[in-house]
């Protein structure tokens, strides 16, 4: 066995006793992505995301990354839940947990995938003298152009990287080296990226997209994407989404639900990831003090909403779907010393019951 094959099988080894997947090695090369990336930005599909724009640049260099970087090591994490007998719909109290994005309920993956990730890839490479960062969202990089690079996978009419048959519920993460290595050989001209049709005829994504934010395939409009309302976005939603968060309330995952290729996706194989996020009511989210949200969502990836930002989606979220409680928490939303929590309030007010 040559020494190329002989660590892309160490880090295969090291990521997957460890829960991941390793997508492959890589290199830097992104210039084409990055031109997709600029042109995307240039058209305002990144909303109000303006940490996007504002280091544009050094996502087109991962040199300014890194200084030196050589190669890049993809790996990813599967979340897709196991499947679970159907939830107590008609509870009275309205529970908040399936209505939240599968990769929120977690422990943060940022914080596993850099410790976790680091160790995977010191495990594999030991003596190696060669500097490395592991990103996870954390740096200017676009991880899913470097994993569809690596052609183990693609990139879907969803934006989501499509790992063929393992699916999109993962999570990526991307390990920047300077030290040189062999890229990892594509798996077939039909699952690489070069293959820009993967998908086939294929539109569930877009079709299901409740509000049209896949409207153009391989483009995502943030501007129309529950994801980007619901976690980015810190003022008020626009009432024109709020009926779809009766299904999703923090985070979307419909784009993926419907995507064949996550009928025989890979699970989480880490049950000591999981968090119980979804044992309180929509109305103790709505109304929930800074004790109980550290309690329930600290250490989870729902902290970038902010407490307020997870009860602003919760008021809707009970407005639609006419949960019980909803008056007394109008009422004291009302007085709420948060301006958006105000507002939320004044706007369902305004508005015929749902
Ligand atoms: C900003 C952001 C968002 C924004 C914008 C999403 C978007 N589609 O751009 C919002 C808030 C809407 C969002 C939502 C979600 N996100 Co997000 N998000 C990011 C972030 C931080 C940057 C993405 C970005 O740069 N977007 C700009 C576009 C232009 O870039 P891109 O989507 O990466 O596409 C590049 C390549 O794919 C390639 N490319 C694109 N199209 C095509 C087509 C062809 C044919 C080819 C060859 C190449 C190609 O070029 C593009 C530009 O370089 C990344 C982390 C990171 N640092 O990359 C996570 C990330 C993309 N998000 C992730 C997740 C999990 C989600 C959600 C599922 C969360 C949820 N359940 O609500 C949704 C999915 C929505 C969707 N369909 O994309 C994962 C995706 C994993 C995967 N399997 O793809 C990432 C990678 C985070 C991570 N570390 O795992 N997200």
Same mark, same amino acid.
């Given at each position: 066995m040559d020494d190329t094959v002989q660590i892309h099988n160490r880090l295969r080894e090291s990521f997957g006793s460890r829960? *991941?997947? *390793?997508i492959g090695v890589t290199d830097l090369n992104v210039a084409e992505d990055h031109l997709r990336f600029m042109n995307w930005l240039e058209a305002g &599909?990144? =909303?109000?995301?303006d940490f996007l724009s504002r280091n544009s640049e050094i996502r087109g260099d991962l040199q300014r990354i890194l200084p030196g970087a050589k190669s890049a090591v993809v790996f990813a994490l599967p979340y897709a839940p196991a499947p679970s007998p159907p939830? !107590?719909? #008609?509870?009275s109290e309205m529970p908040c947990?399936? +209505?939240? @994005? $599968?990769?929120? +309920?977690?422990?943060?993956y940022h914080k596993v995938m850099w410790q976790e990730g680091d160790a995977a890839f010191a495990a594999a490479?030991?003596?190696?003298s060669a500097e490395h960062r592991v990103c996870v969202d954390s740096a200017p990089v676009l991880e899913r152009a470097l994993a569809a690079k690596v052609g183990s996978g693609f990139i879907g009419k969803n934006t989501c990287f499509i790992a063929? $048959?393992?699916?999109?519920f993962l999570l990526l993460g991307v390990v920047l080296t300077t030290f040189e290595m062999p890229a990892t050989k594509p798996l077939s001209e039909e699952k690489s990226?070069? #293959?820009? &049709? @993967?998908?086939?005829?294929?539109?569930r994504c877009q079709t299901h997209c409740p509000t049209g934010a896949?409207?153009?395939?391989?483009?995502?409009?943030s501007r129309r994407c529950l994801s980007y309302w619901t976690i980015e976005n810190r003022g008020t939603i626009p009432e024109? *989404?709020?009926?779809?968060l009766g299904k999703y309330?923090?985070?979307?995952?419909i784009c993926q639900d419907v995507?064949?290729? &996550?009928?025989t996706g890979e699970k989480l194989?880490? &049950?000591?990831?999981? +968090?119980?996020?979804?044992?309180?009511s929509l109305q103790e989210v709505a109304t929930m003090d800074q004790n109980l949200y550290e309690q329930t969502f600290?250490? !989870?990836?729902?902290? +970038? =909403?902010k407490r307020n930002g997870l009860r602003r989606n919760a008021m809707i979220a009970m407005f639609v779907t006419s949960s019980p409680g909803l008056e007394s928490v109008l009422e004291k939303a009302l007085q709420d010393e948060d301006p958006v929590i105000q507002e939320t309030a004044r706007q369902i007010l305004r508005r015929p019951s749902s």
């Open positions: 829960g *991941f997947l *390793f &599909n990144h =909303a109000g995301m939830t !107590t719909e #008609n509870r947990g399936p +209505r939240i @994005a $599968k990769y929120a +309920r977690l422990r943060d490479l030991p003596d190696r063929g $048959k393992q699916g999109s990226r070069s #293959n820009a &049709n @993967a998908c086939g005829g294929c539109r896949l409207d153009r395939a391989w483009t995502l409009d024109e *989404f709020w009926p779809w309330w923090y985070g979307c995952d995507c064949p290729y &996550n009928r194989k880490r &049950n000591d990831l999981q +968090r119980p996020v979804e044992r309180l600290g250490g !989870t990836a729902m902290t +970038r =909403a």
